[in-house]
Every structure is written in C-alpha cells, then in structure tokens.
C-alpha cells in the first residue's frame, strides 16, 4: 500500500505541475491573440521630419511580440535614425524614442554642375541642407577626393569635438590635394586628407589654446608623431 500511495502521489503532482504547466502557456497565448493586448496607441516625435508609415504598421500586432525587427522598413526609409527605444505600456500602447545619427558637418562640392549645401551625418549618410548654425562648413573645390574622404572628415570632427572648440566658427576648404582650416584668427595647413584623426588631436589642442593667431602647416609624415610649422 506505501508503495502504491508513493506512485500515486508522484503521478499527482507531475499531473500538477503538467497542469499548471498548460494553464502558463494557455493564458500565454490568449495574452499573445488577445485583442486587449492589440498595439492601438503608438506614441513618437512627430517633428523630426521622417517617414513614419514604418512606425504605423506595427498597429493591430501583439503587444508581446513587438521588437526592433518590426521596424526595418522604418530604418529603410529613415537613413538619419541611428536607433529606436521602445518600451511597452500594457496592455495596448507602445512608447517609441527616435534617435538620430550625428550632424557632422554641412558641405559644398563645386564640382558639380548645380553644386548645392548638404549636411554629412556620422554614419556618412548626406541630405539637402539649407542651414545649419551650429555645424562646421567644408568646401569642396577641386578633386577627384578618395573613397574614404568623408569617412576622414567625421573621423575629424568627432575627434574636434573632443577640446572647447566652436565648430560653428570652423570652416574648411579642399582642392583636391590639401584640406585648410580656418578658426576665427588661425588657418590651418593639414596637407592630405588622410589620417585625419590624429591631424584633428593637433589642430584641438591648437584651437582650444586660442594663442595663434597666423598660420600652421602640419606636416604629413608616417611617423607617430606629427611635425608643424608655426607662423603665429
């Protein structure tokens, strides 16, 4: 009889467990189909001149299944969105937060035929511009400029952005062969486009400094470390 009652017993509580088990995955899938929990709000920044209809189309869908992935045709047809954070508010209401890739610069190509003012995005991503204060300005005069010239150029603002340097104030030109900067009383020889980043520790240091006012040429060397020539 101890025997059997033991068999019973154990039969019992894995039916229990089986049970509870089913009742978990029952309530589950009633939660995921359920209308109650149907995306029917979606809150978002409606000023960022995007395209939101990919923002739209997650209306109707479970609340529980909502992720990044539902919103690839978002990020297609939206190059300037670096990421979204969605956070869920239950039972139906999904609270969106757009972020956007960096303005790096705002530039000029005089080569082309109706040369217009482009804003370059750190993700190298460009769009028309009609007027960005707070931004650095770039020229393009002459070329032809490599694959990674705009690669470099973000490489050296962000390094820029490191010293108490106005980039509202930072205007550069490009001839195809040497890239200038002006700052306020200082104009600035970086010679190629190339290894900008460290070019932009040196011309940092120089800006925030502020105590030249004149010219400097850096001079382009393999070396770790980079020579110039001051006219202050």
């Not at 009742?23 to 149907?38: A, E, H, P, T």
């Not at 000023?47 to 045709?73: A, P, Q, R, T, V």
């Not at 978002?74 to 960096?102: A, G, M, R, W």
């Not at 490489?155 to 010293?163: C, D, G, R």
Request: charge should be negative; include cysteine.
């Amino acid at each position: 009889m101890n025997l059997v009652s033991e068999v019973e017993s154990k039969s019992f509580r894995t039916f229990t467990l089986f049970a509870f088990a089913a009742l978990m995955i029952l309530g589950l899938l009633v939660s995921i189909f359920s209308f109650k929990y149907r995306v029917s709000i979606i809150n978002y920044d409606t000023e960022l001149n995007l395209n939101y209809e990919g923002l739209k189309s997650i209306k109707n869908l479970s609340i529980w299944l909502i992720n990044d992935d539902n919103f690839e045709k978002f990020y297609l047809d939206n190059q300037t969105v670096e990421n979204l954070e969605i956070s869920k508010q239950l039972p139906n209401v999904i609270n969106i937060n757009i972020n956007l890739h960096e303005r790096i610069i705002v530039y000029t190509d005089f080569r082309d035929t109706n040369p217009e003012q482009r804003v370059l995005y750190k993700n190298l991503y460009t769009e028309d511009s009609i007027f960005e204060k707070d931004l650095a300005h770039l020229v393009i005069t002459n070329g032809p400029i490599d694959d990674g010239f705009y690669n470099e150029i973000v490489s050296f603002i962000l390094t820029i952005q490191k010293y108490k340097v106005d980039l509202s104030k930072l205007s550069m030109s490009f001839d195809g062969n040497v890239l200038v900067i002006n700052y306020e009383d200082t104009i600035i020889d970086a010679g190629k486009a190339v290894d900008l980043s460290r070019k932009g520790s040196v011309v940092g240091y120089i800006l925030e400094r502020g105590d030249c006012t004149g010219s400097v040429t850096i001079l382009d060397s393999s070396d770790d470390d980079i020579e110039t020539l001051f006219q202050c």
